[in-house]
């Protein structure tokens, strides 16, 4: 049996790596894409070859579709995520899931009422470095966990320098749209969770009045791990990494916080420096597989709905850290807490 995608919003990200991913799946087909403007639509349809083009949810929700994408800006992903779970869509969201893990959590409430699947569309725990990362911890190969750090600060490409440097209101700023990363890359890997973090943030000369576009944070973990992660729009020639630094040794990773299957990852250890290998998969493509065997009862997605809520609380943490002055400590059921 296939499954038919209807895409909420003709993005630059569904383009670029969603279409192939979904297309990729043996019973992954897309079949109808929605966009607020009618011309957008059908320009994007044709593009991508996608049968039917409509420029309202309800007409979209009305197709003959068993899951939906969601990849508008982020205010709207509530309305649009509970309108489809009513209609008995399966719900793959980008992140943040929301712009509060509050309404992020009434759609996790809502999908797990209907019966529906929801996922996070965080690819980063879908890349076989981090994958690798993660096994080696649980293995012991570092020892006891003690410190990570994560390299996160890109320059933003002039296409997507539009509503996440100049709209607050729609959830712009570095991070709502990387930090949330970093936490969630971050819990994965560990294998632990945030329960509490002080941020800094900074305005470097790219975003726009009332947005942060840099931001570092210093994050604890319910296990005792001390953690950094640096976000940012502005940085042209740093590369990205991440690293965990344990009592038996030490995970260092270079070039993997990205949406290709790259990067580099050494183990060091008193025996030496060994380069671990791992798969090289579309991180997307692996979301989707995912997605599709949990709508098939086996599993469930690469992230789910309580990691997006999870994510989101860690980010609205650093927010008001950076606001405030002060470490806020977090928590995913009643949010952030000063």
Request: aromatic residues 6%; negative net charge.
């Amino acid at each position: 049996m296939s499954v038919r995608w209807g895409l909420i919003g003709a993005s630059t990200i569904a383009r670029q790596f969603m279409i192939d991913a979904i297309r990729a799946q043996g019973d992954g087909e897309i079949a109808a894409v929605m966009s607020s403007s009618p011309e957008r639509a059908t320009a994007y349809a044709g593009e991508n070859h996608i049968p039917l083009a409509v420029s309202t949810l309800d007409a979209l929700l009305g197709a003959d579709i068993d899951a939906v994408y969601i990849s508008t800006t982020n205010e709207l992903h509530l309305e649009q995520a509970l309108a489809a779970i009513k209609a008995g869509k399966h719900v793959l969201c980008e992140k943040p899931l929301a712009l509060t893990s509050a309404d992020a959590r009434k759609m996790v409430t809502a999908a797990k009422a209907a019966g529906i699947v929801l996922g996070t569309n965080h690819h980063l725990r879908n890349a076989g470095a981090h994958r690798a990362m993660r096994d080696a911890i649980a293995a012991g190969r570092i020892g006891k966990p003690i410190a990570a750090r994560v390299f996160h600060s890109v320059y933003l490409p002039e296409n997507l320098q539009g509503w996440r440097i100049t709209r607050p209101e729609a959830g712009g700023g570095v991070v709502l749209d990387i930090t949330v990363h970093d936490a969630d890359t971050l819990r994965f890997v560990l294998g632990d969770d945030p329960v509490e973090v002080s941020c800094f943030t900074q305005s470097a000369g790219m975003a726009g009045s009332g947005l942060e576009d840099g931001a570092v944070c210093i994050w604890r973990f319910k296990s005792g791990v001390i953690a950094q992660s640096h976000e940012g729009f502005t940085t042209k020639f740093a590369g990205t990494g991440f690293e965990v630094h344990g009592s038996e040794g030490s995970l260092i990773a270079s070039n993997v916080m990205t949406q290709k299957p790259d990067g580099l990852v050494l183990l060091r250890t008193a025996k030496g420096e060994e380069q671990l290998s791992f798969d090289r998969d579309d991180l997307y493509t692996r979301s989707v597989h995912q997605f599709h065997a949990a709508i098939s009862g086996q599993g469930h997605p690469a992230a789910t709905g309580e990691d997006g809520i999870w994510s989101l609380a860690s980010a609205e943490a650093a927010l008001q850290s950076a606001s405030s002055g002060r470490a806020v400590k977090i928590d995913p059921k009643l949010g952030s807490m000063n």
